[in-house]
Every structure is written in structure tokens, then in C-alpha cells.
């Protein structure tokens, strides 16, 4: 296979859902599918049941209503997104704002309308509300027959044909559906009886003549949503999804720089990194950065340019991970996330390319963390400790990192997506660097970076409850209690800009 062939041939997706909405499920049946595993393992079950691959960290919480600020970063390393719901919940709260991030970049989003087969929510109703939600449009490419105990199948409205659901192997093998067309009233009656036939018919009808016409092109900006109903539990409705996604999206999209965007069919080796993490497990205390692939072709052994370092290097035990399982590469192509050893020099957002062709891609967006807390160590005399440790999570991107000016370390202020974060540091750095700490929870609920200032930060006019900060790069925030207090330092002094994530170079 050939260098453009390897990069046509690659998808680099992420899977997005609320806690509990299947995405692990889902995950597990996707790599049954694409031949990576041979039995695909479950979330919750019984102790002698084999446990999903994809479901593996000690710190892990499925189902847990928080997640790190780096779930948003991961995001910039796909070029689409398959968002995952309960069919019965239908959009929560976390689905929206990942599904904000992914339109910020207008990448292509498949919904994955799972758990069919128990109760749900009228499908007419879960597509309003994802057009009402997200402001885009839905294209259902099947439509489920019933729910729960009474959930039959699902039609295919692109090949006019229905595939029975029948329940067995609780989901750990591959199934075959039962293929009908919807013409033929005798199977039909067999398969699902005549009442549901008559309504499926109704409602095909109905979405032939109501609902959006397929386009590709729209499916590709992010404008329109592919919509597939099934229940990865129990495999049915998966292997009908792969198909369909690869075969509706791209390989590697162009990455932008200062300059313009990079051709992933280019030559020219490039990369970014959107994670860096720590002691992943017991067996390898160390500490990796993650990076995707923009373009060209990594080798082992070569240097390559450490754009904000300054310095050229070897990238040392380059990895593909699958899970917990890693395994040592020697060549990697555009699409390609690849795992390296991190001495301490790599940030979230730093480029890595070929020495002569330097390009630096756009930086990682900093998101605005919703909880904050104020730590300490316990022990004055594990300064150093407490002090390198906040530093390197805060460089992984787990929590932030923010100070008063001028005070150095003196006093630290943490900031985080979710509550559960503040537990997974107070772990990490017990675990980890020897060092236990002291916590207070603060007030503030909201965090804007300043863009512009009229003047300089602490002459601006405030509400008293208001606190300036810097951030981990130097940065200035303000950090508020409430959505008056925002408006109120815009009314108060023109020229003022906010934003709500800061994109660092």
C-alpha cells in the first residue's frame, strides 16, 4: 500500500455522550466490528464477565457526571464526531457542550440514537429536538420499529428495506439481521405484525416528504446529521452505522497554521499535541504526550523540530495504545495518533514537524473550568512536591492552574470542568508525589480570560465579588460568581473584552 493510500484510508473520530448515554458499549461493539478485538466486554456486569477494553484506568468512573477540561481537547484531534444518545433522556447537559466544541470547528457529527431496546422517547421527538438544540439538520438514514420489549427493527430508508431485531449472545458476538423489504406484507406480518407495519409505513411516508433531503456536502460541514437508531448493547444497528460513517466520512482534513492550512497528503511531517499524560498505570510510570498526525509521514530514529522549544529531536518510544495495551511503532501517517515519551518539555498545543519546512499549527483552546478550589500542602516542608506536582498536572491538562499577581505559588488556585477533578488531583498528588493537601472550595462559578483592556486590570471597575488572576502561561482572568457580575465589568468599562477560552500559541 502506498503513502497516499495509507492516509486515505485512515478516520480519526471521537465518540461524545452524556454519562451512561452507551458510549463505551458503543466503542466496544465498534472495534468488535473493525476486527480490533474478537469479544467485545461490557461496562456493569457480573465479576465473571469480561470487561470492556476501552473501559480500563484505575481513576475511570463510568457513568460519573464530570469530566476533564482534556475530553474537550481530544476534540481538536478528530476530524468528525459520532455523538451518542439515550434514547429515553434524549440531549443532556454534557452532550450540548461537547457538541459545542465540535461545532466551533464545523466537523462532521453522527448521532448514534441508542438503547432501543428498552422504553424511549417518540423519535419524531428526539429529531425535533436535535434540530431545536443544535441548530442543525437531521437526515434519520433508519427508523426504529417500536421500543423496549416491543422494539422490532429498524428500516434502512436508503435501501428500502427493513432488518429485524432479534436478541442473543447478550451482545458479545456479531449478528446477522434479518433483511425484509417493506413491500412484502406476509414477512412483515411474521417479523413485526400488522399494526406496526401500517405505522412504519405512515411514518416513512412522513420523513420522505417532511424531512431533510441527504446531502453529503452538508454532512461534511457540520451542518447536517446523519441519524442512526439502534442498541449497542445488544449489537443491533452497529455494524449498519460503520458502514455508513466510513463510507460518509473524509480521510485526514487539513490542519491551520499562521500561514494557511497543511495538506495532510503532504510529505512534509507534522504534528500537534493535544494531550500529555502521567503514570497512566503502575506498569508504565511515565509520562506521555500525545500527538495527531497533520501530515506526511512519522519515522522512528529521525529528528524532527520542536517548534516551540527551539530544538531539534528524536522522539523517543514512539507508541500506538489500544487501551492499556501499547505497542512500539516505527512509521505512523496524517491521521495517526501516536503516543512519546515526554522528558518534560512538551505543552498541550505545541507543534513538532520536519527541521526544514517549520510550520506551527493553531493553539489548543483553553476552556473555561466551572469549579474552582484553593490548595495547600499539609506539610510545609513538601513545598517542592506540591509545587512540581500541581505544575505537571496542570501541564497535562487535568485541572488549571490559576494565582493572584506577583505571588508566585504562594497561594493556588485550581480550576475545574467538574467537582470529580479535585478528587483525581488530591489522588494523583497523595499517589503520585508524596504530598497531601488541604482544599477550599470558592464561590465562583464563572471565568473569562481578558482579550483587551481599556487599562490595566486592577484599575479596572469591578463588582466587589470580582478577582483578577493569572493563569498558568501569564495570562489575565477575572473570575466571577454570577452572569451580573460579567455584564457588569462589560457596561462598566468600554473596551473591555472577554472570552471564554483563551487559544494560546
Known amino acids: 500500500m502506498d503513502y497516499r493510500q495509507e492516509i486515505e484510508r485512515r478516520r480519526t473520530f471521537a465518540i461524545i455522550s452524556h454519562p451512561d448515554a452507551g458510549k463505551t458499549t458503543l466503542t466496544e461493539k465498534l472495534l468488535l466490528y473493525g476486527g480490533a478485538i474478537q469479544l467485545a466486554g461490557s461496562v456493569k456486569g457480573k465479576a465473571t464477565a469480561r470487561h470492556a477494553v476501552s473501559d480500563w484506568m484505575e481513576l475511570d468512573t463510568p457513568g460519573h457526571q464530570d469530566f476533564s477540561e482534556d475530553t474537550y481537547r ?11 444518545i439515550d434514547a429515553a433522556k434524549g440531549i443532556e447537559p454534557q452532550t450540548r457542550k461537547l457538541f459545542k466544541i465540535c461545532a466551533m470547528r464545523h466537523i462532521p457529527i453522527f448521532t448514534f440514537i441508542n438503547k432501543l431496546d428498552r422504553e424511549a422517547r417518540d423519535p419524531f421527538e428526539l429529531m425535533e429536538e436535535l434540530e431545536k438544540e443544535f441548530g442543525i439538520g437531521t437526515y434519520p438514514v433508519n427508523w426504529p420499529i417500536g421500543c423496549g420489549h416491543d422494539f422490532k427493527g429498524v428500516f434502512d430508508r436508503d435501501r428500502r428495506e427493513i432488518l429485524a431485531f432479534q436478541e442473543f449472545h447478550r451482545g458479545q458476538n456479531k449478528i446477522s439481521a434479518i433483511e425484509c423489504e417493506l413491500t412484502d406484507t406476509e414477512r412483515l406480518d411474521e417479523l413485526i405484525g400488522h399494526l406496526m407495519w401500517e405505522k412504519l409505513v405512515e411514518d416513512i411516508e412522513l420523513l420522505d416528504g417532511a424531512s ?4 453529503l456536502d452538508a454532512v461534511r460541514a457540520g451542518e447536517l446529521s446523519p441519524v442512526f437508531f439502534g442498541s449497542a448493547l445488544t449489537n443491533f444497528g452497529v455494524e449498519p452505522f460503520l458502514e455508513n460513517f466510513l463510507s460518509m466520512t473524509t480521510s485526514p482534513l487539513p490542519r491551520e497554521t499562521a500561514e494557511g492550512a497543511v495538506d495532510p497528503m503532504g510529505e512534509d511531517f507534522s504534528a500537534f499535541v493535544f494531550k500529555i499524560q ?3 498505570n503502575k506498569a508504565h510510570r511515565d509520562r506521555i504526550a500525545f500527538m495527531r498526525i497533520c501530515s506526511g509521514k512519522f519515522e522512528r530514529d529521525r529528528e524532527y523540530l520542536h517548534v516551540q522549544g527551539g530544538k531539534v529531536l528524536k522522539l523517543a518510544q514512539p507508541q500506538q495504545m489500544m487501551a492499556q495495551e501499547r505497542a512500539i511503532i516505527n512509521e505512523a501517517f496524517a491521521g495517526d495518533i501516536i503516543g512519546v515519551f515526554d522528558p518534560g518539555i512538551f505543552s498541550i498545543g505545541d507543534t513538532v514537524c ?29 513545598r517542592k512536591q506540591f509545587t512540581k506536582g500541581v505544575t505537571q498536572i496542570a501541564q497535562e491538562g487535568a485541572i488549571q492552574m490559576f494565582h493572584a ?8 488556585i485550581v480550576g475545574a470542568v467538574g467537582v470529580l477533578q479535585f478528587e483525581v488531583l488530591e489522588y494523583r498528588l497523595k499517589n503520585e508525589y508524596n504530598v497531601d493537601i488541604r482544599r477550599r472550595d470558592l464561590s465562583y462559578s464563572f471565568i473569562r480570560w481578558i482579550e483587551k483592556t481599556p487599562k490595566k486590570p486592577d484599575e479596572l471597575n469591578l463588582a466587589s465579588d470580582t478577582r483578577w488572576v493569572q493563569d498558568f502561561h501569564g495570562k489575565d482572568l477575572l473570575l466571577f460568581n454570577n452572569e451580573w457580575s460579567i455584564r457588569w465589568a462589560e457596561q462598566k468599562n468600554e473596551g473591555l473584552e472577554l472570552s471564554e477560552f483563551s487559544r494560546n500559541w
Open 74 to 84: 481530544t476534540l481538536m484531534a478528530a476530524d468528525s464526531a459520532v455523538m451518542v
Open 212 to 215: 431533510y433531503e441527504f446531502d
Open 278 to 280: 502521567a503514570n497512566m
Open 354 to 382: 520536519a527541521p526544514k519546512h517549520k510550520v506551527q499549527f493553531e493553539g489548543i483552546p483553553t476552556f473555561a473550568p466551572e469549579h474552582f478550589s484553593v490548595i495547600s500542602q499539609v506539610d510545609t516542608m513538601k
Open 405 to 412: 499577581p506577583n505571588s508566585g505559588m504562594e497561594e493556588v
